[in-house]
């Protein structure tokens, strides 16, 4: 789960982070009342999603008129496939620095690592592709957090990384960063979020430290804790939520073990490592894989039925190659499951099945009753598929 940036900062204003003074407005209209509340603002879309900027998703509004044509020129475009439904009128700040602080996990070290970064700000990606070593980090303790003298450690450390930075004094960023880095990671703990990033943390002309903007990605894993998320992003929920694809969510609402790929042929496996041998096969015979699909192990006919369907909901599916290997998965199990949903769904794409292991001869005796033919070996079956959904196994 994505929040969005009104969201996010709603959370860094909780635990003592400071924000600018903002507005969310959904139409014009709110729009330029805040300008009128709030002086100068910037107009921001909200969307669960970066480059805004550069996609004339965020605009400097003087005066409420500009503001008012700011969310006018805002509200319902497209950013990068999400359509914008509210924007952030947010008091403009007068910048004079701009610093990269974010908290994530480091899977190789398997640990969370806090990055620091007084290059880049809103150009991060730039700084750590092309001068990684201007980007400071530190790996604290799980339990114990990021101690005061480790943060004023990595704050040395990044600002000799760029050479200094005299926006503030040495002493007086090293009092800055301490609370600030200590309260966004207890933040990313608290909500078990993947990412909690401040970028830009801004340093104004007046030599205030605050968040010039917020994203926080919750761990989809620990979502079932975060309940109350959920319910506070009230009309945002589907926008903050809409960063993960809706099959993949549909796929996770139905206990299946799904990743969308975009490809042709729709995929069912039981065991990860059979459905990726499964995934290069159809690649090996010039299909395109639509999705990654495992059944596991013990699958019964109603979760295949459930994979099938899922399948079927992905509009560029144009065949299926079910592929089993029967340890603990049952062959006639797996037919059932097949017979029922095709029946059910009235299926009438090409559908490819390859069975072997427990109870396989019942389950392809079934299949053939039912009229449908499996294939003998997965290469077969692979290259069936792509044969029967002709110019789309390609695609």
Not at 91 to 101: Q, R
Not at 157 to 173: I, N, W
Not at 296 to 301: I, L, R
């Amino acid at each position: 789960m994505k929040l969005l940036e009104h969201q996010a900062k709603e959370h860094l204003r909780r635990v003592g982070i400071e924000c600018p003074t903002g507005r969310v407005a959904r139409s014009p209209q709110e729009a330029e009342k805040a300008a009128q509340e709030m002086g100068p603002v910037v107009v921001k879309a909200q969307v669960p999603i970066g480059g805004r900027g550069k996609a004339g998703g965020v605009k400097l509004a003087q005066t409420p008129a500009q503001a008012h044509a700011a969310a006018a020129a805002i509200l319902g475009i497209e950013i990068h496939g999400y359509s914008v439904p509210s924007v952030l009128c947010e008091e403009a700040l007068e910048i004079a620095k701009e610093i990269y602080l974010g908290v994530t996990v480091d899977r190789d070290r398997r640990s969370m690592v806090v990055i620091l970064s007084f290059a880049g700000g809103m150009e991060i990606e730039e700084v750590a592709e092309h001068s990684p070593e201007k980007i400071a980090k530190l790996w604290p303790d799980p339990f114990a957090g990021p101690q005061p003298f480790q943060i004023r450690e990595l704050t040395l450390r990044a600002l000799e990384a760029v050479g200094g930075d005299e926006t503030l004094p040495k002493a007086r960023y090293l009092a800055e960063l301490v609370p600030v880095v200590q309260r966004l990671f207890q933040l990313s703990q608290e909500l078990d979020a993947s990412l909690c990033e401040i970028n830009p943390l801004v340093v104004t002309k007046s030599g205030q430290v605050i968040a010039g903007d917020a994203k926080i990605e919750i761990d989809q894993n620990a979502e079932f804790r975060h309940h109350d998320l959920v319910r506070e992003l009230g009309p945002d929920a589907s926008a903050a939520t809409s960063g993960e694809d809706s099959l993949e969510v549909e796929a996770r609402r139905r206990g299946l073990t799904y990743v969308h790929l975009g490809g042709s042929v729709g995929i069912i496996g039981n065991g990860a490592g059979l459905v990726m041998n499964t995934l290069d096969l159809v690649k090996q015979h010039g299909g395109t894989a639509a999705n990654f699909l495992d059944i596991g192990g013990g699958a019964k006919a109603e979760v295949v039925k459930q994979a099938l369907e899922m399948l079927l909901l992905d509009p560029a599916v144009k065949g299926v190659f079910v592929n089993i290997f029967g340890g603990i998965t049952r062959g006639d199990e797996v037919a059932r499951g097949l017979i029922s949903a095709r029946d059910e769904l009235g299926l009438h794409l090409p559908l490819v099945v390859r069975m072997t292991g427990t109870r396989e001869e019942e389950g392809r005796q079934l299949l053939e009753e039912a009229g449908i033919t499996p294939a003998v070996s997965a290469a077969e079956a692979a290259r069936k598929i792509v044969e029967l959904i002709g110019a789309g196994g390609g695609g």
